[in-house]
């Protein structure tokens, strides 16, 4: 049978992958395939057990190098599966090292392309993500877009493939999970109950690979007037160990620090958080979605409707400013939330996303 070929190989991908792959096709099957870029149990394996995603078709273990070395070996190896193959469709998602191979190698290997996640912009080209983001869309044929304003963009910026308006996958599959993630027995591993602590998350290069701008949250985080929950992302860890601030902020008294968490913990640890701060994307949106209140560490987000909707604060690295709207944040009363169920449309994202992913390749091979 015909193959639609997915490229994933970090965190936020297999989230946002899980209910596409889920989908039926009519005359096709998916071809899933694992760049490897993330490798380990906690960043990687977790999540394909917890979405019950299936094991990908092909594992191409491009482990860490740097990104010029790690995007070449990525696009040399999904030649060899496209070669063995020969997908009718190639789809990427968001914007990391794996979706700008994956797009580049759709490109040389003249398979057309789709992009979930297309037309977001922080207007901030030094972001290797924001680069990311704009090639892969030059390059698609179909554009994914989550809603009007990353449809309007595309439109701005003259791309040549066809805009999709089809919703946001990951609001899908942390709707999904909610009754899992309301449960407070995933909290008892952190000696936490509800609303009790914040949740912290930073990996971004901008935040985490500036020594001064790193220590500056860390001290920030000190002075917030709850218990800090931080599940340190690996980037992070070896940061923190080289800039000499890791026994500083793993022995303060207000700050308890755990590994990467798997998906519905962090959702657990989300959705019953007095607030959030954090500089991931993906956070930013789940916690809109449970109408949890989160101060950004970011000048911009590509998340625009969280800020616009209320509840989702952009403190970039400015102390006062993060204290303020932490401060702000938490005295938010937790029995006011309404979870913004109207963000997961009918049909589901994933579900229009399928649709039209068959509909491309049909296209291809009549043509
Ligand atoms: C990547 C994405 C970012 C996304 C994030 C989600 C790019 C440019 N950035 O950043 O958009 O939001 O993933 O998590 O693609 N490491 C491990 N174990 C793993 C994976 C990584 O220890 O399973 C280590 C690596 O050795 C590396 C570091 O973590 O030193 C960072 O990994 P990397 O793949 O460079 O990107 P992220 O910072 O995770």
């Known amino acids: 049978m015909d193959k639609i070929m997915l490229v994933v190989g970090a965190r936020p991908q297999f989230i946002k992958a899980a209910p596409v792959v889920e989908q039926e096709l009519d005359g096709y099957e998916w071809l899933l395939v694992h760049t ?14 917890e979405l019950s995603i299936p094991t990908p078709d092909r594992q191409l273990e491009v482990g860490p190098m740097a990104p ?17 193959d020969k997908p009718a469709v190639c789809a990427v998602f ?14 040389l290997a003249g398979i057309p392309l ?12 030094k972001m290797p993500e924001e680069r990311n983001r704009v090639i892969t869309d030059r390059l698609s044929d179909v554009l994914f877009v989550p809603h009007k304003r990353a449809a309007d963009t595309l439109k701005t910026e003259n791309v040549a493939g066809k805009i999709i308006e089809v919703g946001d996958t990951m609001y899908e599959t942390a709707l999904k999970a909610m009754p899992l993630a309301e449960d407070v027995k995933r909290l008892s591993p952190f000696g936490m ?11 971004r290069q901008a935040t985490v690979d500036d020594a001064g701008e790193l220590g500056k949250v860390v001290e920030t985080l000190f002075d917030i007037p709850l218990t800090v929950v931080f599940p340190v992302h690996p980037r992070t860890e070896k940061r923190l160990h080289e800039f000499g601030l890791w026994d500083r902020w793993a022995e303060h008294e207000n700050v308890t620090i ?3 968490t798997g998906y519905i913990t962090t959702l657990a640890l989300i959705y019953n958080a007095a607030a959030v701060i954090t500089d991931s994307g993906g956070i930013q949106r789940e916690a809109y979605l449970y109408d949890v209140p989160t101060v950004t560490l970011r000048d911009v ?11 989702n604060v952009l403190a970039g690295s ?35 996303i399928a649709d039209a992913l068959g509909k491309l390749a049909s296209q291809q091979r009549s043509d």
């Open 36 to 49: 490897g870029q993330h490798y380990d149990y906690r960043m990687s394996r977790v999540f394909f057990e």
């Open 68 to 84: 010029a070395p790690q995007v070449a070996k990525m696009i040399e190896r999904l030649w060899e599966v496209v070669q063995e």
């Open 94 to 107: 968001g914007d990391t090292n794996s979706t700008l191979a994956g797009a580049l190698a759709a490109d």
């Open 114 to 125: 789709a992009h979930v996640e297309a037309g977001l912009r922080s207007g901030d080209m």
């Open 193 to 203: 109950e509800r609303g009790e602590y914040v949740l912290v998350t930073c990996h």
């Open 258 to 260: 755990t590994e990467p």
């Open 301 to 311: 987000t590509e998340w625009t409707e969280t800020v616009d909707g209320g509840g």
């Open 318 to 352: 400015d102390p006062k400013a993060i204290k303020s709207a932490v401060q702000k944040a938490i005295d938010r009363p937790i029995y006011d939330r309404r979870v913004r169920r109207e963000l997961v449309g009918d049909p589901k994202p994933s579900k229009r």
